[in-house]
């Protein structure tokens, strides 16, 4: 039996129960209610992996299910791919010491000793494998109260060892060691409020990972901006984006600033993808763009740069609106 989505209107994005379920969608019954569970790879032979669930009530109707799959090998064409299915095609299952999220032919299970993503989409399938389960860690700012409503951000795989298989069409297949990301974020806000821009860094394959994150508002302000350096967070203070190059593949330099003199900057190195939601669903996006805008995203390998340090990992920067 699928499961309502008014049904599972048990708890506000910012108050988790302390015994909870990870892949329970919390399901409010705002109009603007949206939650998606991310998993990024850096695997070992140069590839980029990014799995996602999601369960949204934003634009006509209401509990929509979205599952998406990028694969961008370390040469050659990205390969992508995505569905929304309405709430009768999506559903949660307690499975004794497990659970499950279905959306559509996608789903995500956790187990015993391990996180599993499985994308089967387009004749190609996806998986990705995590050792352990989800732990929840709270950066700084991570529950932000926003026009009558609130945005949580958890991170539940900071840099965790995984395994990704990858059937193509063909049935060739083949799996790589690589190390995985994963966070998880529920909204009741008008989305377009949220945030103008985002930079997100991830440096997953380093001795000491390093994460950064930082959010600029719709009117102008920063915040949270931070740095996370193994298990410890620095708070910075803003950051400035210099944009270069044509206009769906650009070269992006982030400059960080801290306390003090106290200056980071994020250089990108080569391109791997533009997304483009609103762009890419066709018919579907051009109803839902009165509801979201029409958010971008670029995703680069990039590098680091503190001091002396060269630090090499993906960069991912968000526009509410490209520009």
Request: hydrophobic share 40%.
């Amino acid at each position: 039996m699928r499961t309502p989505l008014v049904a599972l209107a048990l708890l506000a994005c910012g108050h988790l129960a302390e015994a909870r379920s990870f892949l329970k969608p919390l399901a409010l019954s705002s109009d603007n209610y949206g939650e998606s569970y991310s998993f990024i790879a850096d695997l070992d032979d140069g590839a980029y992996l990014l799995l996602q669930l999601g369960v949204s009530n934003v634009g006509p109707g209401s509990g929509h299910g979205i599952c998406r799959a990028l694969l961008v090998p370390k040469s050659g064409e990205a390969w992508t791919a995505n569905t929304i299915v309405g709430s009768s095609e999506w559903r949660f299952k307690n499975e004794g010491e497990g659970e499950r999220l279905e959306v559509g032919p996608c789903f995500a299970t956790i187990g015993k000793d391990s996180t599993t993503i499985t994308v089967p989409l387009e004749g190609v399938r996806l998986e990705l494998k995590i050792a352990g389960r989800p732990a929840s860690v709270m950066p700084p700012g991570a529950n932000m109260k926003l026009s009558g409503g609130q945005h949580r951000a958890e991170i539940w795989f900071p840099a965790t060892s995984a395994d990704a298989t990858i059937v193509q069409k063909g049935g060739e297949t083949k799996t790589v060691h690589g190390v995985a990301y994963g966070d998880h974020s529920c909204s009741d806000v008008d989305p377009a409020k949220i945030a103008k821009r985002w930079v997100r860094f991830r440096a997953l394959r380093e001795k000491t990972p390093l994460l950064v994150q930082g959010r600029e508002a719709a009117d102008g302000a920063y915040g949270p901006v931070w740095l996370r350096r193994g298990e410890a967070f620095e708070p910075l203070m803003k950051y400035e984006i210099a944009r270069r190059g044509d206009k769906k593949s650009p070269d992006f330099t982030v400059t960080l600033r801290g306390a003090g003199d106290k200056k980071i900057e994020i250089k990108s190195d080569r391109f791997l993808f533009r997304y483009a939601p609103v762009e890419e669903i066709g018919v579907i996006g051009s109803m839902i763009a009165p509801f979201v805008g029409a958010p971008t995203s670029f995703t680069a390998r990039a590098t680091l740069v503190e001091g002396d340090q060269r630090i090499p990992g993906l960069l991912e920067i968000e526009y509410g609106k490209d520009e």
